[in-house]
């Protein structure tokens, strides 16, 4: 006999610990809002219950601090010992399950009337087949994924949950499916993923235009393993539509109207049911004032007359503030607290973990017909609330804000904190830059922002569009140099970069050579170095090094550079006694407390060191305090030996496990050292990491490394 929505809710309530009773902060299942989306009904519908279970000693009710839900108190339900005890008849022994989910993944909300549906979602996937859900906003996609997800997982199947926003691009979806420290490169993506695992995808409607081209190709490479669910708001993207594609309707209007309050009249029910056409979250937001919509247009009209005409000034204002929010919210980012609680109490709000937005159906309603002078204005209003916070975040929705109320110096407010958000989400830094440019009718700084940024994110056609536009000087030419060396054209790049940097002022001269000559000592794979390259790395070297003038103030600080650059050639040579020949000058120069000396003295001792000395000098290492110096001495070790002992390969797996910023060049050489590195010591894993090792150097204009190990994934194919 199917359980009540009194035991329901009495089994939902027992899955609290004994503790959260004298709570000060509580979770917001523990609330009226949080009981009713988990259980999947109205408010309303829980009124009757929650008095008879109160009445019969089997629940309390009191005021506490919701979590995330603001600082007001607001009622929340506890059950009593015995009503943890009559719950205990309604829990069903857990399964035991090997599965697992992956990824973020939304809470689970008990669904009704789609058990058919469940069935068949769950029958595809194990068995292989990719399709793509579709439906209306609110109809339930997400929830029946989520489902048809907890039931793999009970079978024993391990699901990738990609959950996609406006930020969300290729590398944050790696992130999410292989942690911090995975691939980046869609092969070596794809590659990393288990042929058996289960993936699903939702929310690819949010995703940002200037991402979507590359995400979509990184979702049709995963289907091709099969085993793929793709959810998406009607109507499909083009380059989806050849998948097997799965409609969402709505629910019958028996089982609509089991939504709905157990006071309201069963004929009244079934009329609301079939008049919204069992829309879920339509249902979801009846109440007892709430008159019947016309058939016709009826989702849409039952928002608009029933919903948003209801709000008072306050909580339309909060909701149309949120609406506008690129991002969902934390509950301390709302300026109106009362407000924004008054919208959760109306089951308005879409909950993601601790972050909320408004629900999509009722965004949608809300954006139509919705004056642009009206939006604009509290684009306006929002970009200077969120200019008097702090951090990367702030900047970043600031920054959409400024975008979208159509300042006119928006190259000027954005370019001085695209680094402070890249820092904390770096795929919001191209997509700012973009839409920044598209507004300012293409300013050049903005212009040549977006040429550079696309060639760090390994985006060449984008890059290459956005250069033809660019006027010809020596900064965009050395853009026009990297991207002639990802073509493959090394001899052009070389002599296009030397006639930019012979164009530049000293300071710049000075900064682009170092960064020239350093890129050419790491565009290599360690093998016994031609004595003739490094010959000729030299020779420019010391060039450099008399070209200097001495009262510059950068001179001090790039002949320290070509010192170090001479280390790494000497070393490189197996020449020691000429690399501790410069160690000693700068020893005498700097003390042998600096920390420079410091590293290249223990990188000396890596580099001659015996089996026996391993133990000590990776406990050296791994003291390092700054994570990229680390990982380099780390990486210099584990070249050196052909046969590392077990210690050596104990502190590189550690080492790997390190987050390297791949902001610069130097980051995204080191990140290639170690995909490179873990091709050679996990051989599960040789031919993606390889290929992600290719993607960066590639971005870090390491053609011929790059060229080394693409000829080694082909000897491996």
């Known amino acids: 006999m199917p359980l009540t929505l009194a035991d329901r809710l009495l089994r939902l309530l027992s899955e609290q610990t004994e503790s959260l009773v004298s709570a000060w902060d509580v979770p917001r299942t523990a609330s009226l809002p949080g009981l009713s989306e988990r259980l999947g009904v109205v408010r309303s519908a829980l009124h009757p219950h929650l008095k008879s279970l109160q009445e019969a000693g089997l629940i309390i009710t009191r005021q506490a601090h919701v979590i995330d839900g603001g600082s007001r108190k607001r009622t929340v339900v506890h059950p009593t010992l015995e009503g943890r005890r009559r719950a205990i008849d309604f829990i069903e022994p857990e399964k035991e399950s090997h599965g697992e989910i992956v990824g973020f993944a939304p809470e689970r909300i008990d669904l009704v009337g789609r058990e058919p549906m469940i069935t068949d979602l769950f029958e595809r996937l194990v068995s292989g087949e990719t399709f793509v859900l579709t439906g209306l906003a609110g109809i339930g996609k997400t929830s029946l994924l989520r489902e048809t997800a907890h039931r793999a997982v009970l079978e024993g199947h391990k699901v990738l949950w990609i959950q996609l926003d406006i930020d969300s691009d290729v590398r944050s979806i790696a992130h999410d499916l292989l942690g911090l420290t995975g691939p980046e490169s869609q092969e070596a993506i794809v590659g990393m993923l288990d042929a058996e695992d289960l993936v699903i995808i939702d929310g690819i409607h949010e995703v940002h235009p200037r991402h979507e081209n590359a995400i979509i190709e990184l979702i049709l490479r995963i289907t091709e393993r099969g085993g793929t669910s793709i959810a998406c708001r009607a109507p499909v993207p083009d380059t989806l539509r050849d998948l097997s594609v799965v409609k969402i309707e709505g629910l019958t209007p028996e089982n609509a109207a089991k939504m709905l309050s157990d006071d309201m009249d069963p004929e009244e029910a079934l009329h609301f049911a079939e008049a919204l056409g069992g829309h879920p979250l339509a249902l979801a937001l009846l109440d007892s004032n709430s008159a019947l919509p016309i058939a016709t247009t009826a989702v849409h009209d039952f928002v608009q007359q029933n919903v948003l005409v209801s709000l008072d000034e306050r909580c339309h204002s909060v909701l149309d503030r949120v609406v506008l929010e690129p991002v969902l919210l934390r509950g301390n980012e709302v300026e109106d607290e009362e407000g924004f609680v008054d919208l959760d109490e109306r089951a308005l709000l879409r909950w993601r973990s601790n972050l909320f937005g408004i629900e999509t159906l009722i965004a949608t309603v809300r954006m139509t017909d919705w004056p642009t002078s009206e939006r604009v204005k509290i684009h306006s209003e929002l970009a200077g609330q969120w200019a008097e916070r702090s951090g990367g975040r702030a900047r970043r929705i600031e920054m959409h804000h400024r975008i979208k109320s159509g300042e006119d110096n928006i190259a000027d407010l954005l370019l001085p904190v695209l680094d402070e958000i890249s820092v904390v ?204 110096e680390r990982c380099r001495l780390m990486h210099s070790m584990l070249d050196r030996m052909a046969d590392p002992p077990p210690g050596l390969l104990a502190g590189f797996e550690r080492s790997s496990h390190l987050q390297i910023p791949d902001l610069t060049p130097l980051g995204r050489r080191l990140l290639a050292s170690r995909w490179r590195l873990i091709a050679r010591t996990d051989s599960s894993r040789r031919i993606p990491a390889l290929r992600e090792a290719v993607h960066h150097l590639q971005r870090a204009e390491c053609p011929l490394a790059a060229s080394e190990l693409i000829e080694r994934v082909h000897r491996l194919i």
């Open 425 to 628: 989400i770096p795929s919001a830094s191209i997509t700012l830059v973009e839409d920044a440019l598209e507004a300012s009718g293409g300013d050049e700084r903005l212009r040549f922002e977006a040429a550079r940024l696309s060639l760090e994110r390994a985006e060449y056609d984008e890059a290459a569009d956005h250069l033809s536009l660019l006027s010809e000087n020596p900064m965009s030419d050395i853009l026009r140099s990297r991207m002639l060396r990802v073509q493959g054209d090394s001899s052009a790049a070389d002599t296009l970069e030397s006639s930019a940097i012979g164009r530049m002022d000293e300071e710049s001269r000075i900064r682009f050579t170092l960064s020239s000559i350093v890129r050419r000592i790491d565009d290599w794979i360690p093998t016994p170095k031609c004595r003739e390259d490094a010959t000729s790395i030299l020779a420019v070297v010391d060039a450099f090094d008399s070209s200097l003038k001495p009262e510059h103030p950068l001179t001090a600080g790039a002949r320290i550079a070509n010192a170090l650059s001479r280390f790494r050639l000497y070393l490189d040579l197996d020449d020691v006694d000429a690399a501790q020949r410069v160690l000693d000058r700068l020893t005498v120069a700097s003390g042998t407390r600096d920390p420079i000396v410091r590293r290249m003295r223990l990188r000396i001792e890596a580099h001659q060191a015996q089996p026996d000395d391993v133990p000590m000098i990776v406990a050296r290492i791994e003291a390092e305090p700054d994570n990229i």
